[in-house]
């Protein structure tokens, strides 16, 4: 069966109004304990599949979870396990004929009998079934910890499984506890939490993009929905790892990357769907602008300022951030309720019915759709690099953005083109995007030292070091986008 719940993390401020909140429910109390199985390789983890035997009261359960189709839904089967005198073996056959363990098999091959105790979960969990009109959710408080050897992790989460109704009504249910109790969505299950334990990392792993495969037959609406859908599996990871301060800078990037391909996606195909909210899009901006200076300064260190510390430059560290600036924590922005709002209502669109209409549109013309978009921006940057030498730094930024705009727009839409054709255009463009994002480091560089020479006049050395780059980035800018707007279309 499938399964779809959403996850949040609670604040430590707001716990105990949320266990209060839960024992007004009179909310039913039970220990579950829990192992977690896995090969000495990793195979579950790598597939990520879950596989577990769990103690539920004086009961035992055995679980097997595959991904679903996005993040917050799962394949999942579940085998109650008879009563004995103590813990029970764990069978994988007993998920043989399923779905689940199809997947579960072909992953194994023949390393079943290798499967070992990983990691073990230890909750506390409060459960109430709760009706609203038009859905049915089991809300689940779980107060407890997951173990890997000697390392240890706290557990304080809650978790809202649809049990009946549609996931608009279970994201509106959720929504008020979200507003409430300043709860905040995270999509990392404990699955993934026991195997960065078990590996002995601060966190799970980036999350990067993966290609959308629109289908043959599908409505404009429909498709829009499938790419915020790819774009939510790609930022909701890494935001949850941001939000809990556990991120490594890849982390962060990426999730700044996916933000802008979800703008990207919504800025270009966001009126072939009537239930797009116009709001979405300036509340992303302000998110994306708020994640923006720390990810500055990480770009810097891991470009130029390397290169100018090799010239000698008396002064090549970047200032302490101050002002809002400084203030500006992206852990703070991501787990507050206006994040996890837009997150939701994307989670509801995306999981949404799209529209029915009367004539299907036919992948044909989805791709004529696509190419219409996809000619205008390249216009747009043809006129640009027509007149690159001429344009201040603020308009050739505007190009940049255009550039990785026309990128995203095209990966969105890649499937329905030939895919030999599509490779060669995104090749020749790669020299151009990267060239202009050396320049714009640069302009970012010059105004941090910029800032810096009243107080301290060795970062003079640094503006002229950067003075004299500018002279050759920007011609290179210039030449690789004058050469790549005499590619044609592939569309």
């Known amino acids: ?40 390789d990793r195979r579950l983890a790598a597939a990520h599949i879950s596989l577990r035997l769990r103690q539920e009261g004086d009961a035992w359960v055995q679980t097997l979870k595959c991904p679903g189709e996005n993040r917050w839904t799962r394949l999942e089967h579940e085998v109650p396990r008879a009563d004995g005198d103590g813990e029970p073996v764990l069978d994988v056959a007993l998920h043989a004929d399923t779905e689940a363990g199809k997947r579960l098999a072909a992953v194994l091959g023949s390393r079943a009998d290798r499967l070992q105790v990983v990691y073990a979960t230890d909750v506390q969990r409060s459960l109430r079934l709760i009706s609203a009109p038009g859905v049915q959710v089991e809300v689940a408080l779980d107060v407890g910890e997951i173990r890997a050897g000697s390392a240890c992790r706290e557990v304080h989460e809650i978790e809202f499984e649809l049990k009946e109704g549609s996931v608009e009504a279970l994201v509106a249910l959720a929504s008020g506890w979200v507003e409430r109790h300043g709860l905040w969505l995270d999509v990392i299950s404990k699955a993934e939490r026991g195997q960065q334990l078990a590996r002995g990392a601060r966190s799970v792993l980036a999350v990067h ?26 930022l909701l990871p890494n935001v949850a790892e941001v939000a809990g301060g556990d991120a490594a800078p890849e982390h962060l990037h990426q999730a700044r990357v996916a933000l802008r391909r979800l703008r990207t996606a919504l800025r270009i195909y966001g009126d072939w769907s009537a239930n797009v909210d116009p709001e979405w899009a300036p509340a992303l901006a302000r998110l994306f602008g708020q994640m923006g200076a720390l990810r500055d300064r990480d770009a810097l260190e891991a470009g130029l300022l390397p290169a100018l510390r090799a010239s000698g430059a008396p002064l090549a560290e970047l ?11 992206p852990a703070d922005t991501l787990r507050s309720p206006a994040s996890t709002r837009i997150w939701l209502a994307l989670m509801a669109f995306a999981n949404g019915a799209p529209k029915q209409e009367q004539d299907a549109a036919p992948e044909r013309q989805v791709r004529k759709l696509a190419a219409k978009r996809l000619e205008r921006l390249q216009r747009q940057l043809a006129k640009d690099a027509k007149g690159y030498a001429d344009l201040d730094d603020e308009q050739r930024h505007r190009a940049r953005r255009r550039l990785k705009r026309l990128r995203y727009g095209i990966e969105f839409t890649a499937s329905l083109f030939r895919a030999k054709k599509v490779e060669a255009y995104l090749a020749d463009l790669k020299p151009a995007q990267d060239a202009l994002g050396e320049y714009n480091d640069l302009v970012v560089a010059e105004e941090v030292f910029r800032r810096l020479v009243e107080q301290q006049p060795q970062a003079w050395f640094a503006l002229g070091w950067l003075a004299a780059q500018r002279t050759q980035l920007l011609d290179a800018s210039q030449q690789r986008m004058q050469k790549w707007a005499k590619e044609p279309g592939f569309w």
């Open 209 to 234: 993009a993966r290609p959308v495969m629109l289908k043959d037959l599908q409505s404009p609406d429909a498709a829009l929905r499938q790419m915020v859908a790819a774009c939510l599996a790609h």
């Open 1 to 40: 069966m499938n399964e779809i719940e959403l996850k949040f993390q609670v604040p430590a401020a707001r716990r105990h109004s949320l266990q209060q909140a839960l024992g007004k429910l009179h909310a039913e109390t039970l220990r579950l304990q829990a192992q977690y199985f896995d090969t000495p």
């Open 319 to 329: 200032p302490e951030p101050e002002g809002e600036e400084a203030a500006a924590d």
